[in-house]
């Protein structure tokens, strides 16, 4: 799967996805897709700030790896949208946001499926 497939088959997966990037662990941007007509409510810099602290914060739960098991996602929830976070292959980070009347649990569930197993063999 390429950055450019794999961020299509997100925007894909609800139409309720406003935004959607790929950062590594340092939370550097790699690559963004923001669905047409909608207006980030974040400008460039907060959204570097949130990447970059998102990325700090994975690195954290890490460390309680070993006590709890590997993290799966977080789930943020503000009264303007939703966000996840979640790795990709521990080398990545996705992280996406929707807004309130999106489908939370569906879309949830579809990134789980798309990035489980094999599906990141290749990251």
């Known amino acids: 799967m390429t950055i450019d497939t794999i961020l299509e088959s997100i925007m894909h997966t609800d139409k309720h996805i406003r935004y959607a990037t790929i950062a590594d662990i340092q939370g550097n941007e790699i690559k963004t897709r923001v669905r047409e007509g909608i207006e980030p409510f974040?400008?460039?810099?907060?959204?570097?700030?949130?990447?970059?602290?998102?990325?700090?914060?994975?690195k954290i739960r890490r460390t309680f790896e070993p006590?709890?098991?590997?993290?799966?996602?977080?789930?943020?929830?503000?009264?303007?949208?939703?966000?996840?976070t979640m790795p990709l292959a521990d080398k990545y980070l996705i992280m996406i946001t929707w807004g309130p009347d999106g489908g939370t649990f569906d879309i949830i569930e579809h990134m789980q499926n798309m990035f489980s197993g094999?599906?990141?063999?290749?990251?």
């Open 118 to 123: 094999d599906a990141t063999k290749d990251w």
């Open 42 to 58: 974040l400008n460039p810099q907060d959204t570097k700030e949130t990447l970059q602290y998102a990325a700090n914060a994975w």
């Open 67 to 84: 006590k709890i098991g590997k993290g799966q996602y977080v789930l943020a929830v503000y009264e303007k949208l939703r966000r996840l």
